[in-house]
């Protein structure tokens, strides 16, 4: 019931983009902060972006510049616009929901990157 879900992700050329969406159960309003994480086989999984505490955000050195992470807690929705794709962002991406009470992951969305 309070496992968010991630949608948007498919297949882009280099260059593209997507937007990825999180969709939690209940309220994000009062999270201590949200997260996009992603994996590539054989490879650790790494964050990507976070928003924490007053609304400041975060990103891994590889997609700054191209990445932004926003939230709508009207929507309970969480999203991830990726631009200029590049195929080593190919991955699984996870949404990630950490509440006060307990942290919540979501099942990942395949994002390929491929001419």
């Known amino acids: 019931q309070v496992r968010p879900v991630e949608s948007g992700g498919g297949l882009v050329q280099p260059g593209g983009s997507l937007r990825l969406s999180c969709s939690a159960p209940?309220?994000?309003?009062?999270?201590?902060?949200l997260g996009w994480y992603r994996q590539a086989p054989g490879k650790q999984r790494e964050l990507v972006a976070e928003?924490?505490?007053?609304?400041?955000?975060n990103y891994t050195d590889s997609v700054k510049g191209r990445f932004t992470i926003s939230r709508d807690n009207s929507k309970n929705t969480m999203y991830l616009q990726m631009n200029s794709l590049k195929p080593e962002d190919t991955a699984v991406y996870y949404c990630?929901?950490?509440?006060?009470?307990?942290?919540?992951w979501g099942q990942g969305t395949q994002v390929s990157v491929s001419s």
């Open positions: 209940g309220s994000i309003s009062g999270a201590k902060s």
């Open positions: 990630y929901v950490n509440h006060y009470f307990g942290s919540y």
């Open positions: 928003i924490i505490s007053g609304g400041i955000t």
